[in-house]
Each structure stands twice: as structure tokens, then as C-alpha cells.
């Protein structure tokens, strides 16, 4: 009878061990962060290079889970996925105010050119400023300039929307 009691006892105590609650928290820079369908201009003209199409954009935290930084990928964009090529890196961001902008931002990813760089600026987020064009939800907007030390004086505008997760919004 001890045996199945000291059992039974190790069973309850098990059991209520596995009750931990823990809060579920996002990040210091939750408002910036999340996947992006923006369209490339140049000198407010769609670029002859991009057309009108939408390229995918992401920003997430560090791994410092700092809410002064965040990273930016604009890889979809300028990389080459043939050769195993990334461009991302890690901007300053301004949670308050949600907006981002880097000076001289080394790309962290392989690139043909190890040492490019880029400027962000007028790198911001609005919230609810957007429709998906097919469903119709409402979205966050973003947008931003980028500047690659490989094309210097080029100036790409891009703008578009937080990702909506509905199929028929995704490009």
C-alpha cells in the first residue's frame, strides 16, 4: 500500500509542476517588426529594373532584443539568391515615434561586395495606413529610402504594407 501511495504522490507532484504559467511578451520592437510588400521607385518614378512589382521586406529584433535596433533585409530585393547572396543589417530604430534610418550600415549578409554598405532614412511605420489590395484588410504602412554604397547618389523609395497573412495579398 506505501508503494501505490509514493506513486500516486509522485504523479500529483508531477503533475503540478508542469503548471508553470509564464507571460507571453513581444519584443522591444514589436511595432517595426513583421514581413513587408513594398514597391521600388526611383526619383518618384517605378524603377525600369523593378516595374511595379511588390518585394518582400523584414524586420525583426536582435537577438539583444534591443529597442534601439532592429534588423532590416532588403534581400529579396537586392541579392542574388543563385549565389547564396544577403543584404541585411542593422538599423537604429525610434519605437516612439516608429520610425528607423542606419548611416553607412554594413551589410551582415554574403554579398559579391563584402564591404557595402547602406543608408536608411526616412524610415517609418503608420500605423492602420494601409488596405490589402485584394482583401481588404487594414494594415500597417512603411516606408523608406535606401542608398547603396555600391550605386552611390541613387535614392530607392520603396513604400508599401505589413504583410496581412490572406493569401490573395501575398505577391
Known amino acids: 500500500m506505501k508503494k501505490y501511495i509514493y506513486i500516486l504522490s509522485l504523479f500529483v507532484i508531477s503533475l503540478s509542476a508542469c503548471k508553470k504559467e509564464e507571460a507571453v511578451g513581444g519584443t522591444a520592437v514589436e511595432a517595426l517588426s513583421g514581413e513587408w ?90 500605423k492602420n495606413a494601409y488596405v490589402g489590395p485584394k482583401s481588404k484588410a487594414v494594415s500597417d504602412g512603411i516606408s523608406l529610402e535606401v542608398e547603396f554604397s555600391d550605386a552611390p547618389g541613387v535614392i530607392y523609395q520603396l513604400s508599401g504594407y505589413h504583410r496581412t497573412k490572406f493569401p490573395e495579398d501575398d505577391h
Do not use: C, H, R
Not at 516595374?51 to 534601439?68: L, P, W
Open 37 to 126: 510588400w513594398v514597391q521600388l521607385k526611383v526619383g518618384g518614378e517605378f524603377d525600369s529594373n523593378y516595374g511595379e512589382d511588390y518585394y518582400k521586406v523584414i524586420t525583426y529584433n536582435t537577438s539583444e532584443n534591443s529597442a534601439t535596433q532592429m534588423w532590416l533585409d532588403v534581400s529579396s530585393i537586392w541579392a542574388n539568391p543563385a549565389k547564396n547572396e544577403m543584404v541585411f543589417a542593422k538599423v537604429n530604430t525610434n519605437v516612439g515615434d516608429l520610425s528607423f534610418s542606419a548611416d553607412k550600415a554594413k551589410n551582415a549578409g554574403p554579398y559579391y561586395d563584402p564591404t557595402m554598405t547602406f543608408n536608411v532614412t526616412k524610415g517609418k511605420v503608420t
